[in-house]
Every structure is written in C-alpha cells, then in structure tokens.
C-alpha cells in the first residue's frame, strides 16, 4: 500500500531525511522509532504530502504523492503531531467539515461521523467547542478525523502522546484491530507500544533507518538478549563466578547484586549458542553443586537497550565506557 | 470540476460559520457600522451639504475605512492556521490548495458583502430626504465591494507570510496605504516637481492607485479598466498567497 523510495529532505543545509526506503502492505503496522529530531514527522509528512521531498518517491496506493495527490490523499487518514483541531469549531462540527471534505454526503456523513464518535468515545464532548477540551479529548478527536473516511493507509504521528494510561490501551488496541485490515504507520517514544501494537518496527536516527524488523528481531539485538539471569542462595559469589565459568557455552559472568544469603547473577552465552541451551547448562551445575535456586530465566533482549546503543552518537558511548 | 466547487464551497461554509461563532463579526460589524455613521453625518457632513448624494459623504471616506477594518479580517486567515497546525491537515484532505486559498478568501469577501449590506439604512436615509441617482449608489457599493476585495486578497498574502496576526495586519495596513498613497496630489506634485520627471511617472504611479479606480465607480462609471485592475491585484495576491505557502512547506 505505502511504498517509499530513497525519501530525502533537507531544510537549507540541514538534512532531516536521508534516503528512507520501505513498504508498508496491507495488514501491517509500522512503527517509527526514534529520538526527537530524527526525522519521524518529516518523513511523515512527505508520506501524507504535506511537504514535498527534497528527493525520491512515495507512492500510496499505486498513486505517486507528488503527480496524483488528490486520488493518494484519498486513501489516506492522517493525525499530525500534537492533534490540531480548528479550535472555534465544536468537535460535531468539526468532524462533519472534514467528513465533507472528503466527500461525503448526506447519511453516510452522518453514519460516518457516528460511527467514530463511538469508536473514539466523544459522546460526552460533542457539542463542546474543541478549545475547551482537555488533551486527551482533543487528542481523540483529532484521531477520530483521521478514521472518519475508514481509510486503506493510516499515518499516525504519536496517537498516544498525552493520553492516560487507560486511553492509551484503548486507542492501541484501536490500532492493532485496524492494522489487521489496513496499512498503519504510526511513531512513538514509547517502547512497550512498539512490543504491543506494531508488527514491524523501525529506528530512525539523524534521517536513517538504523534498525528494521519485528519486534523480537529488533530484541535480539540487545546486548542481554540470549544472557541467563539466575538468583541462588547458599553459595558465595566467587564460587558462583568460578562453577559457571566451567560451563563451554558461557562467556562471561557478572554478580549483579550480592547479598547475605542470596546473589543474584547473569551469565552471557558465547555467540552462535543455541537458545536455550545455556539455562540447561546453568541449571544442570546447580542441580551438581546442590545450590538453592530461587530463579532462572533467559533474557529477551530489551527493546530500550537496543535503542539506546543504536541511536546514541558515538561519543556519549564512549564517555560511558 | 462540480468536485471543485463543492470543495470550495465547503471551505466557505466553515469559514463563514467560525466568524460567527467567535465575537469577530459582531465586533466587525458594530465597528464597522458606527464609523461608517459618524464619518459621514458627523466629519463628512452630510447634512450640511444638503446634496441628494453618498458619494462625499459616504463612500470617499471607504478607502481610509478599509485601510483599518479589512487588514482585521484577513490577518487571522493563514497565520491561524499555522498557529494552530491546522494548515496540516487542510493540505493533506483530497482538495488542492488552490481550493482553500480561493474558499478562505471568498468566504472573507463575502463576510465584507455582508457588512457593506448592513449600512443599507443609509441608502434610506437618501431616498427619505431627496431623490438620489441610485444607479450611482449601486455602482459605487460595486467599486467598494471590488476595492474591499483588494486589500482582503492582499491581507491575504501578509497573513500567510507570519503566524503572527499582528504583524500580519501592521504589514497589510502598510501595503494597502501605499496603494492609496499612489494616488494622493501629494504624490503627483512631489513626482512632477520634485523628482522633476514627465507627467507619464506621475500618472503610472496614480494608475496604481485604488483612490484613481475608486473614484470612477463613486461617480457612476463602470469603467472595465478599474474592474480589471481590482481583480488582477485579487488574483495576483492569491496567487501569491499560493507560492508562499508552498515556500513554506518546501522548507
């Protein structure tokens, strides 16, 4: 549905995007991820065409942005950063102006416009003006603009900034339950939602994808990910330390939190080990040593972590180490 | 095109409806009307001119009046929607931008129809006391209307030039003056006299003029050449309202 190729845009001599490639089919949700000013929303709008690229192509539909926009534009739905609404407007009549903007007339406008004031619970609101609204209202009503026409292509530009905690589950789960009909992008600082929602994700950092695939894949990228974490009780760390380095699949071990009676510790397999593997291994000399072993897991990988490598510039990792 | 028109037109609807949701028109229009009554009976002297006629009276004094008024309506048309982002969402809706700066500016126009309409009592007021050409009185309400367009169309571009509607309406002022100024003796005497130069630059310069087209439809005369000259400045200032806000996204 969306197809993006070698998008670049730059703002004087400043380059915002730098050659971003991807597609989006139907059934997917994409996420965007990244620090601020890495070119999420710039990419986003050149997708939805509001600005036009520096260089490269976005097709949306089979529609090029750039020589069909109306017929791309159609198929789009589109909630822009920070949720303008026309603020004079009540949200009712808001919402009719742009379900008449894109062309619809009569009682499909007003089965349209019903139809997302349920889907985004603005019952309550309707007749208010929208400047009097409180974020999250706001929020959803804007997001109920971008649906009103129920689009093939959503873009989201952080549909959750500013919600509660139980909005923010509804309107994911809003999300998840359209991404299985239509094409979504949608960005986000919120990594738990990456996990939730999204069935790709992207990072973006200073204009490049630095990072692309499912959620799992991205984990495997942590330096974590494949470690056995293991809590033990009635042995000493040095002879803890001294038994595990032992095992031929384990690479090194770290004490992470040393009490009196109980240590808690996280030993890192040797690369190529197959998963699984190392826990048995761990557990097998624990068994030997008749160790008390309160608990055993093996680590998934922390999308944070992988975020945090992949996009901190190179000196601030350095000034860590 | 039918697909154009009701894109258009339903700019226009939202836009008329958020003059009148907001104290904006009401402000306007009292404003509006109450200067229009105390220049013409109180500085125009009407009565004292015991003429049959709103062309003194009444309508020389339109150009100065518009000079304040119109810039406060067109200030807000683009920088609003800047401000609040909501240009954003107007440019990726399936319309293209020249139906949104022809339905903002039309719905505008149309706003100042209304409120010219509104200072119908004195057309009254005319005809109670003496017996007025009111085909001149027609034509010179046209002549306003088309001048009121003008500086609107021109509003327009300043408006989209800043989201800040105070800057906006101080440059519009100063735009809309230069173009009454271009047409004031002052001018033409300071051309021919002290510039020293032909009476072609001073009458170039006056043909620049709203007060030199104004003053033909005061009068009576449709002239099509002031017709043209009103709707070349709308059409070149929308225009130019076009390029600026594609400057702008093109970053």
């Not at chain 1, 009490?259 to 593997?277: H, K, M, N, Q």
């Not at chain 2, 006056?206 to 709308?234: A, C, M, P, Q, Y």
Request: net charge positive; proline share 4%.
């Amino acid at each position: 549905m969306i197809k993006v190729e070698n998008l670049k845009k730059t703002f004087g001599p400043k380059v915002a995007v730098n050659g971003i490639s991807f597609t989006v089919e139907r059934g997917e949700v994409l996420g965007f991820l990244g620090p601020n000013g890495a070119g999420k929303s710039t990419s986003m709008r050149m997708i939805t065409g509001f600005i036009p690229p520096t260089a490269g192509k976005v097709t949306v539909g089979g529609f090029d942005i750039a020589e069909n926009p109306i017929a791309a534009k159609r198929l789009v739905g589109y909630l822009p950063e920070n949720a303008p609404a026309y603020t004079d407007m009540t949200v009712y009549g808001f919402l009719d102006f742009v379900a008449e903007l894109r062309g619809m007339r009569g009682d499909q406008r007003k089965k349209a416009i019903h139809r997302v004031v349920e889907m985004c619970f603005l019952e309550s609101v309707l007749y208010q003006s929208v400047d009097t609204l409180s974020k999250g209202y706001r929020h959803r009503t804007c997001f109920a603009q971008s649906i009103i026409h129920d689009p093939d292509v959503l873009i989201l530009d952080e549909p959750t900034d500013g919600l509660d905690p139980n909005q923010k589950h509804e309107v994911r789960t809003l999300i998840r339950r359209m991404g299985e009909k239509k094409a979504i992008i949608f960005s986000t600082h919120i990594l738990e939602e990456v996990e939730a929602v999204c069935s790709r994700a992207m990072i973006i950092d200073r204009g490049q994808v630095v990072a692309n695939g499912t959620p799992a894949e991205l984990k495997q990228k942590s330096d974590i990910a494949g470690a056995v974490t293991l809590t033990v009780g009635g042995v000493t760390s040095a002879e803890l330390s001294q038994k595990l380095a032992q095992i031929s699949v384990a690479k090194r071990t770290a004490i992470l939190k040393e009490g009196s009676s109980r240590v808690l510790a996280r030993v890192f397999p040797r690369p190529d080990t197959v998963s699984g593997e190392l826990a048995r291994q761990v557990a097998e000399v624990a068994q030997r040593e008749k160790w008390r072993l309160e608990e055993l897991h093996t680590e998934e990988g922390r999308l944070d972590e992988v975020f945090r490598s992949i996009t901190l510039p190179e000196t601030v990792k350095e000034e860590r180490k | 095109m039918s697909n154009a028109f009701s894109n258009v037109r339903t700019i226009v609807k939202r836009e008329l409806k958020s003059y009148f949701t907001s104290p904006i028109a009401y402000v306007f229009i009292v404003i509006f009307l109450f200067l229009t009554g105390f220049l013409t009976f109180m500085l125009g002297g009407f009565f004292e001119l015991g003429q049959a006629s709103l062309e003194r009276p009444f309508f020389s004094w339109h150009p100065w009046l518009y000079l304040f008024l119109v810039p406060a309506i067109g200030m807000r048309l683009w920088s609003e929607e800047r401000r609040l982002g909501t240009l954003e969402l107007l440019f990726t809706m399936p319309i293209t931008p020249w139906q949104a700066i022809v339905g903002k500016f039309v719905a505008s126009w149309l706003f100042l129809a209304l409120t010219l309409i509104l200072t119908f009592p004195i057309v009254i007021t005319v005809n109670y006391l003496g017996n007025p050409d009111n085909g001149i009185i027609l034509t010179a309400y046209i002549g306003s209307f088309l001048m009121g367009g003008a500086y609107l169309a021109l509003s327009c571009i300043t408006s989209a030039m800043t989201r800040n509607q105070v800057v906006s309406f101080i440059i519009s002022v100063v735009l809309c003056f230069m173009l009454i100024l271009a047409g004031l003796p002052a001018v033409s005497t300071f051309i021919l006299d002290v510039l020293g130069a032909g009476g072609w630059l001073a009458d170039l310069v006056g043909n620049f003029s709203v007060l030199t087209h104004f003053s033909g439809f005061e009068k009576g005369v449709l002239d099509s050449r002031s017709i043209i000259f009103f709707l070349s400045i709308i059409i070149f200032s929308l225009f130019t309202t076009g390029v600026i806000l594609r400057s702008h996204r093109a970053g």
